[in-house]
């Protein structure tokens, strides 16, 4: 073929199809190129994304607040304040080092410096420079420190390791928060804390026992998360939050600060009069069953919880007694055996039957032999005749098991126990808001206790007539004598006004709600009549010629009654050990609480010119009054005995005081009684 | 030449939007490093606002007011009774108004 340079080439069509398969493998690349950037980019766009995003950063956890308990401030009327935080959360750090970023030859120069600002104890310091030579990327050296001691150690830091050239992560701090008392040692046993160390992965706190315990559920909360940048300049500053923490549940308690630090206050100077091993006192109020103050001593201080659980002596401290003890109540129970004597009356008159006793009836109370017992009950002092306002104010044991013995004559013995659990909740728990409540001991006819006895024999009800063979914890008497102080309404205790959470948008949620209880949404057990009698006759108790003359308010009237038992030491009764308490309500027309003092094994000596020191008239009497004095007087009540003063007293007024006549005349009868 | 000035014109513009978008993304980029220090600050106040509650709590505990009530200095102090004070009821005007 002769070549024409005027001609186009001509393409054959081989020519053609090659160039054909050519474009179209190109093309086809392309077409590849772009389905792999639509691969990666748009169908596998958030995975490819999220892997850069974590070579680039970090995701951290950011810790939550545990719950705040808050003290009851509505207490004191015509005084607005706000609750008082009992226990809360502050922020602190955790000291952590990078050991493969640390130069070997600059560890000793740092771990010395560390050391000074950081006040390591001389114990710590060769662990302490042993975290520097582990082969890791993380290793803690010190917890709990504040914002002042972080700061001084970036201060030195942050130009030590620009000057020498090493990361400046290389030391770095993570938030936390501990769990602090403001009030330190108030309230201790009741509100307790949680151990040093937190759970690993869900950095929850691990509760030592009471409310913390108690309520571990709501206090708890979850960890947030927090996004930092990946970089050896960037000092683990704080980043961008994905997910805010959410705090736990706040906890707003019946318990009144101000009245709590006076019943400690009195507490502890009674026990150390009494020579006691130890104690408590419940205060609480009989309308909506709150407990305004919950005092233990030896005292619990929560933040060194350490010290306690580590010493054999001290750990039995840590327990709230009023709520795990059980114990005899001794002559205490008598209010409650008249209030079931008088509501046999009641059943009785309903029937038409002849009654079994009048309060003002004149009982032979010389001889104490009773059927079924082995030995004859014996009261203080040998006491012909009394009357029931008499024979509490005397405490009068065979006074009381007589009536127990008409009770079983004429009701049954099933009928008397059942009234003890039905009137007064005897052998039931309060359901008080605290662990490990003991539910006491209430005998039951046809029951045996574990070592085979029948827990019900012919005796049994003169026991529980004086208030032996049975146990009750604190918060079930404080429940029985609420009954009288309330007008016969059986309330149940509680130590939570509410619980409130907050959700990571700032709303808060009520989850629980005892602030508008009242006590006409409880059953009445028994009626007012009964009650104004039993109350009419605790009225002479701290009166003269009474047992507890020690509990006389100044300036208040009081109803109460004493209690002394023998303390069961390995199932034996013991005759050095006591147990000793006074109960009562002051001022008695609308009572503002119903306070108990218990005594645990008072010193048995006795004192001239006052008695025996192991009885509750002479250890927890006085307790009872110093402690309700201050209270009535914190929460401002106009004195209701306004010559109700002891002598000396300007306002003394042996003619005008309260209940003094009534006393006098009681006092006469008595003596043309027995005598 | 309608071309170079066409072409001139269109670079220009081209060149400012580009400009005023990067400038738009500095400021932004200002503001975005200006949180983490602002953000730390209020972190800081906030922890400031907690130890101070606590330093006031603990000179405020009532251990310790009790105590200062003893001393004879304070003797003067006393509870005022549920008759000295007078109390009104607050109403809140405001949502009616």
């Known amino acids: 073929m002769i070549n024409n340079k005027h001609d186009p080439p001509h393409l054959n069509k081989k020519d053609l199809q090659r160039g054909m398969i050519v474009a179209m493998g190109v093309f086809g690349l392309f077409a590849l190129l772009v389905v792999q950037f639509f691969k990666l980019q748009i169908t596998q766009g958030e995975k490819w994304t999220s892997k850069a995003k974590n070579l680039h950063e970090i995701v951290i956890s950011e810790p939550f607040q545990r719950g705040t308990f808050y003290s009851n401030a509505s207490v004191k009327k015509g005084h607005p304040s706000s609750p008082e935080q009992l226990v809360f959360d502050v922020p602190k750090f955790h000291l952590y080092i990078d050991p493969d970023s640390i130069p070997v030859n600059q560890r000793d120069t740092i771990s010395e410096k560390l050391k000074t600002i950081t006040n390591i104890s001389k114990e710590s310091w060769p662990h302490f420079r042993k975290q520097f030579d582990y082969h890791s990327r993380s290793r803690r050296l010190a917890r709990w420190l504040n914002r002042d001691t972080k700061q001084e150690i970036l201060d030195w830091w942050k130009p030590y390791a620009r000057q020498h050239e090493i990361a400046s992560n290389a030391i770095y701090f993570i938030g936390d928060y501990q769990r602090s008392y403001p009030f330190g040692k108030l309230l201790g046993q009741a509100l307790h804390t949680i151990r040093g160390s937190k759970e690993e992965v869900t950095k929850q706190g691990i509760p030592t026992g009471g409310l913390e315990y108690y309520f571990n559920d709501y206090l708890k909360g979850s960890l947030g998360k927090r996004r930092l940048l990946r970089s050896l300049r960037n000092p683990m500053a704080k980043g961008e939050l994905i997910s805010p923490p959410q705090n736990g549940a706040d906890i707003f308690l019946t318990i009144n600060h101000y009245l709590q630090a006076i019943a400690e206050e009195e507490l502890s100077a009674g026990i150390k009069q009494a020579k006691a091993a130890g104690g408590w006192a419940v205060m609480m109020d009989p309308y909506n069953g709150h407990i305004l103050a919950l005092a233990q001593y030896p005292f619990f201080n929560p933040a060194n919880y350490k010290k306690y659980y580590n010493s054999p002596e001290l750990i039995d401290h840590t327990t709230c007694k009023a709520s795990t003890i059980a114990f005899e109540p001794g002559s205490t129970m008598k209010p409650l055996t008249l209030a079931v004597a008088l509501k046999a009356n009641e059943v009785l008159e309903r029937e038409q039957r002849p009654l079994l006793f009048n309060p003002e009836e004149k009982i032979n109370t010389r001889q104490g032999v009773f059927s079924g017992r082995s030995r004859p009950l014996r009261d203080g002092r040998v006491h012909n005749f009394l009357n029931m306002y008499l024979a509490l104010q005397k405490s009068s044991n065979i006074y009381m098991a007589t009536l127990a013995e008409r009770i079983v004559t004429t009701m049954g013995s099933t009928w008397y126990r059942q009234q003890l659990a039905d009137i007064f909740s005897l052998g039931k728990p309060t359901d008080i808001e605290l662990p490990a409540e003991s539910s006491g001991l209430l005998p039951t006819p046809g029951k045996k206790y574990s070592n085979g006895v029948d827990q019900w024999s012919q005796a049994t009800p003169y026991s529980l007539a004086i208030g032996h063979n049975l146990q009750v914890n604190s918060f079930q008497i404080l429940k029985a004598y609420s009954v009288f102080a309330n007008g016969g309404y059986s309330i149940d205790p509680t130590i939570v006004r509410k619980i409130v959470s907050t959700d990571k948008d700032g709303h808060q949620h009520l989850l629980l709600d005892h602030t508008k209880r009242d006590y006409h949404n409880y059953p009445r057990v028994i009626n007012s009549e009964i009650v104004r009698q039993i109350v009419t006759a605790m009225k002479y108790v701290t009166k003269l010629g009474g047992t507890s003359i020690q509990a006389d308010l100044r300036g208040y009237t009081e109803a109460g009654k004493t209690g002394t038992s023998e303390k069961i030491i390995n199932g034996r009764y013991s005759d050095k050990k006591y147990i000793s308490s006074f109960v009562g309500f002051t001022p008695v027309d609308k009572p503002q609480f119903v306070l108990l003092v218990v005594v645990d094994e008072p010193l048995r000596v006795y004192i001239p010119g006052v008695g025996k020191n192991w009885h509750g008239g002479t250890c927890a009497a006085p307790i009872f009054r110093r402690i309700a004095d201050r209270a009535l007087d914190y929460l401002g009540i106009t004195p209701d005995d306004p010559h109700g003063y002891p002598r000396g007293d300007p306002r003394h007024d042996p003619e005008q005081a309260d209940w003094i006549l009534e006393a006098r005349q009681l006092r006469k009868l008595y003596q043309e009684w027995n005598d | ?97």
């Open chain 2, 1 to 97: 030449m309608g071309l170079l000035v066409r072409l001139f014109i269109c670079i220009f513009t081209a060149g400012s939007l580009l400009y005023l978008y990067l400038d738009k993304q500095n400021d932004v980029m200002q503001l975005y490093l200006a949180i983490p220090p602002l953000a730390r600050e209020v972190r800081q106040l906030n922890e400031q606002n907690t130890r101070l509650r606590y330093k006031l709590e603990r000179f405020e505990n009532p251990i310790n007011l009790l105590k200062l009530s003893h001393q004879p200095e304070f003797s003067y102090l006393k509870n005022p009774s549920l008759e000295e004070v007078v109390i009104i009821p607050f109403e809140d005007n405001y949502d009616k108004q």
